[in-house]
């Protein structure tokens, strides 16, 4: 394990996405977005995805060059992503979405046709962060199927995450936020340890035996498929979960669902929404109930002696003090493959120093 300054990797990551044809605004904005994703400890989806994104753009899926277009009509929005990055179309989604909400009391975003979107927290903290509710449904238009319907081994269904989030108003010193896919792991969980020789956890993936995957590098051969959130046990929840926001982000995003196999992948496509807390309570009414939940929620007693109940969110605030301090951690395995990129790239000595 190696430890990286976050303004150093960023500096990187921006150097890199604008050696791969964007420019120099865009690249700005995907490599913060990759950073803060290290930052909050999904490093699933930060700087990690670099490599991915150069084999998207050398294969036409992702245009570095592209912006997304907006039809807007009142309180409803639809951006066509234009295969643009997927940060530089969320952003604007959530700029969108917040704009609608302060005007109508809520505002409503559909995508459709965009790069990977990054993490979705980060766009529902933002949307919280300018005080309404968020709640967003994301799909993966058909393509990059991963996840097998309970008692099966067959990838059908994208990790479609859900998310929402919840502005604190300054009772905590972070926003609620719940994030997480609706398989097992987020795929970016499995890239991390693509080439390590590490084992995956035996509950994450299926086989056509019934057995799990056992390294990343045979399912990112193909092999087997990731069960969907609750595994072999109560999988069928995860699958509900993702089977809804399948169709949630493609009717609001006006994109295509999953239908075969082989489906040409194009993208994301989702649904966001943002509603205004004061339309039917004060702000004064949203703090005394976050308030009173969080301190009934944490009363709960620890099992363990040194435990303690974190709320949605504050895992990643944690996290991203500790690292704005001591640096970013990142695998040797990422490592390793992010100075060969770099050397693909003729930047190696734009990579950063390691500790």
């Known amino acids: 394990m190696h430890t990286v300054d976050p303004d150093s990797l960023e500096t990187f990551a921006q150097i890199a996405i604008e050696e791969c044809g964007s420019p120099a605004e865009t690249a700005a904005i995907v490599a913060r977005s990759l950073v ?31 912006l997304p277009s907006v039809e807007e009509a009142g309180l409803f929005h639809q951006i066509d992503g234009a295969g643009a990055f997927g940060q530089v179309t969320g952003r604007r989604a959530v700029e969108l979405v917040t704009e609608t909400a302060a005007e109508y ?43 097998a319907p309970p008692g099966t081994a067959d990838r059908r269904l994208g990790t479609n995450p859900i998310t929402f989030a919840v502005p604190s108003f300054g009772v905590l010193p972070f926003n609620l936020l719940y994030d997480g896919a609706t398989s097992q792991v987020a795929h970016g969980k499995i890239i991390e340890r693509d080439g390590s020789g590490e084992r995956l956890p035996t509950d994450w993936t299926i086989t056509e035996t019934g057995g799990p995957v056992e390294y990343a590098t045979d399912f990112e051969d193909h092999v087997g498929a990731l069960l969907p959130l609750g595994g072999k046990a109560t999988g069928h929840k995860g699958f509900g979960l993702a089977t809804m926001t399948e169709l949630f982000a493609a009717i609001v995003g006006g994109g295509p669902v999953s239908t075969e196999p082989e489906q040409s992948w194009v993208g994301n496509g989702a649904a966001f929404v943002a509603i205004d807390p004061t339309v039917f309570t004060s702000r004064e009414g949203v703090k005394d109930r976050i308030s009173a939940l969080s301190q009934y929620l944490r009363s709960a007693e620890p099992i363990e002696a040194d435990g303690e109940v974190l709320l949605p969110g504050e895992p990643e605030y944690r996290i991203a003090r500790d690292r704005r301090e001591a640096g970013i951690p990142i695998e040797d395995a990422v490592i390793e493959n992010l100075q060969a990129f770099a050397d693909n790239l003729g930047i190696r000595q734009a990579f950063p120093e390691t500790l």
């Open 36 to 66: 803060s994703a290290d930052l909050v400890g999904h490093s699933s989806h930060g700087v990690v995805r670099l490599p991915y994104y150069a084999n998207q753009i050398d294969e036409g899926s992702l245009d570095p060059t592209a």
């Open 105 to 147: 009391g809520v505002g409503v975003v559909g995508i459709s046709d965009s790069g990977h979107l990054g993490r979705i927290g980060e766009w529902a903290d933002y949307v919280a962060d300018e005080g309404y509710l968020f709640a967003s449904w994301v799909n993966l238009q058909g393509g990059a199927q991963r996840i």
